[in-house]
């Protein structure tokens, strides 16, 4: 039982480059979430969707998109890489009884 | 919107003593989950305890406990005979209770036990 996937587990980017976290769930949740949580710092939500073909925006949304074709993949996007998205990234996803899985975090560093 | 405030940014204390973590939230639902999540060094969340709202007796999950106070919106983590393997950050979290909502973290406590 893998939960809740995410590649690649650390990334360096250039500022300006463009990358896409990966994030696959094998629990067919509807609801999944991709959180970011600077150093010291609790997780703060970017995006979410309740289910394929629905998402919207978080907390913190700005520089990133995200999209939901399956249920399973909830893949999210960095355009232009800026240094103040240096940060750790977590995918998550949750049942309607509200069984809460998160991914193991991808380190993202933006040079 | 919610928030969560967690006054202490570090702790410390002796193996096999009790601490206890702060936790207070501020919200106008009256359902909702409140959570208690340890992340060590390898960043994993890690679920530690669950309250719902609407249950007045406090959740205990083995050496961890809570004080939940409903009314002053206090939410305190007890961890008894506490372990070296709990050296960790801990992260007090609010959750409506509609299906598919999403956390609200509070800043964290970093906790380290000292043998």
């Known amino acids: 039982n893998a939960g809740v996937t995410q590649t690649p587990k650390f990334r360096i980017l250039k500022i300006g480059q463009s990358m896409t976290l990966q994030c696959a769930q094998d629990?067919?949740?509807?609801?999944m979430y991709w959180y970011r949580q600077d150093p010291g710092m609790g997780l703060k939500l970017i995006y979410y969707s309740v289910g394929a073909g629905i998402t919207d925006k978080g907390e913190v949304p700005n520089g990133y998109n995200v999209s939901r074709s399956t249920t399973e993949d909830f893949p999210l996007r960095l355009e232009l890489a800026a240094p103040s998205q240096t940060s750790v990234y977590f995918c998550?996803?949750?049942?309607?009884?509200?069984?809460?899985?998160f991914g193991s975090g991808t380190r993202l560093t933006v040079v | 919107a919610q928030t969560v405030t967690q006054s202490q940014p570090e702790m410390s204390v002796q193996e096999a003593e009790t601490v206890t973590l702060s936790c207070t939230y501020d919200t106008s639902e009256n359902n909702y989950y409140l959570f208690w999540y340890k992340q060590p060094p390898s960043r994993q969340m890690i679920l530690v305890i669950r309250q719902e709202a609407y249950k007045q007796q406090n959740a205990t999950e083995n050496r961890f406990s809570v004080n939940f106070q409903k009314a002053a919106k206090s939410f305190s983590l007890k961890i008894s005979d506490s372990q070296l393997g709990d050296t960790a950050m801990y992260f007090c979290?609010?959750?409506?209770?509609?299906?598919?909502?999403?956390?609200?973290f509070g800043p964290g406590t970093r906790l380290s036990v000292l043998p």
């Open positions: 998550a996803s949750s049942s309607p009884a509200g069984g809460y899985t």
């Open positions: 629990m067919n949740h509807n609801y």
């Open positions: 979290a609010f959750m409506k209770q509609n299906p598919g909502q999403n956390f609200v």
